[in-house]
T-cell receptor, first 112, second 114 residues
Framework: RKEVEQDPGPFNVPEGATVAFNCTYSNSASQSFFWYRQDCRKEPKLLMSVYSSGNEDGRFTAQLNRASQYISLLIRDSKLSDSATYLCVVNMGGGSQGNLIFGKGTKLSVKP | ETGVTQSPTHLIKTRGQQVTLRCSSQSGHNTVSWYQQALGQGPQFIFQYYREEENGRGNFPPRFSGLQFPNYSSELNVNALELDDSALYLC?????????????FGPGTRLLVL
């Protein structure tokens, strides 16, 4: 089983749609969680951290369920500029376990 | 922009050659991590450097090695290049030991091995 698994995608949605990405992770000792966004041929950029209580940043909402080892990202009112690959990322912890484990990513295309 | 820089941006090498990639961390950051991203895949952790020492390593052979300098910049060296080493190499800088440690990525170096 892969350490971080995501919906394979691609997701093709019209502008204004709501889209949800799901992700599961295998290591229950994982301590921190993120969503990164990667545009074509660019580096990953932090979209948001994910907290147990859930968190929202404008049109983006992230949820974490530690019991199910499940992370989600909801994008409301999709914009053309949201088109990118979304990477689910898990970190075992800071310090000596500070490496990030990435999913393969889910590609989102928002169409006019 | 993150303030993390990498050089060169692109590189073409042949099998068996050696390559050195460079990374300058964001101001205030003391840790550099290196990742390899093959086409269609998520980045894979190679290793991390903190206090000029390797501080964690992923599943990469010893021909992948690195250095960190007193100014926190870092190098990734790959010896005996193989075709499968063709990938985007990303470095990320962060502040060691911070909860929810966030890593900020540089633009990457695209390596093509022929």
């Amino acid at each position: 089983r892969k350490e971080v698994e995501q919906d394979p995608g691609p997701f093709n949605v019209p502008e204004g749609a709501t889209v949800a990405f799901n992700c599961t992770y295998s290591n229950s000792a994982s301590q921190s969680f993120f969503w990164y966004r990667q545009d074509c041929r660019k580096e990953p950029k932090l979209l948001m951290s994910v907290y147990s209580s859930g968190n929202e940043d404008g049109r983006f909402t992230a949820q974490l369920n530690r019991a199910s080892q499940y992370i989600s990202l909801l994008i409301r009112d999709s914009k053309l500029s949201d088109s990118a690959t979304y990477l689910c990322v898990v970190n075992m912890g800071g310090g000596s376990q500070g490496n990030l484990i990435f999913g393969k990513g889910t590609k989102l295309s928002v169409k006019p | 922009e993150t303030g993390v820089t990498q050089s060169p941006t692109h590189l073409i090498k042949t099998r068996g050659q050696q390559v050195t990639l460079r990374c300058s961390s964001q101001s205030g950051h003391n840790t550099v991590s290196w990742y390899q991203q093959a086409l269609g895949q998520g980045p894979q952790f190679i290793f991390q450097y903190y206090r000029e020492e390797e501080n964690g390593r992923g599943n990469f052979p010893p021909r992948f090695s690195g250095l960190q300098f007193p100014n926190y910049s870092s190098e990734l060296n790959v010896n005996a290049l193989e075709l499968d080493d063709s990938a985007l190499y990303l470095c990320a800088s962060s502040l060691f030991g911070v909860f929810q440690e966030t890593q900020y990525f540089g633009p990457g170096t695209r390596l093509l091995v022929l």
